[in-house]
Nanobody, 112 residues
Framework: QPQLVESGGGLVQPGGHLRLSCEVS????????MYWYRQTPRSEREFVAH????????DYADSVKGRFTFSADNAKNTVYLDMNTLKPEDTGVYYC?????WGHGTRVTVST
């Protein structure tokens, strides 16, 4: 069974930056549709970003477009979410997803 392990969360001030990682085993990220989701205090689990298999084309939720970047290191079979200009409303638990498999999440807190 594939495993997805997120890391990189933490506490950051508004305007700051974090890089989340998702190490994947049991799947090849280059050939898999990959997703980031988040669960915030105000919402159900919501879509954040997607990377298409093979092409690596990305798309984002409107709330993060222009601030977040989804990338992959195929040699490491790892995907990343670079989060810039973080806002308090970005606070939540961030999850990596592939097919029906989810990671356990990594917590991001944006606060002074």
């Amino acid at each position: 069974q594939p495993q997805l392990v997120e890391s990189g969360g933490g506490l950051v001030q508004p305007g700051g930056h974090l890089r989340l990682s998702c190490e994947v085993s049991g799947l090849t990220v280059m050939w898999t549709e990959m997703y980031w989701y988040r669960q915030t205090p105000r919402s159900e689990r919501e879509f954040v970003a997607h990377m298409a298999a093979q092409t690596g084309t990305t798309d984002y939720a409107d709330s993060v477009k222009g601030r977040f970047t989804f990338s992959a290191d195929n040699a490491k079979n790892t995907v990343y979410l670079d989060m810039n200009t973080l806002k308090p409303e970005d606070t939540g638990v961030y999850y990596c997803k592939a097919h029906e498999w989810w990671g356990h999440g990594t917590r991001v807190t944006v606060s002074t």
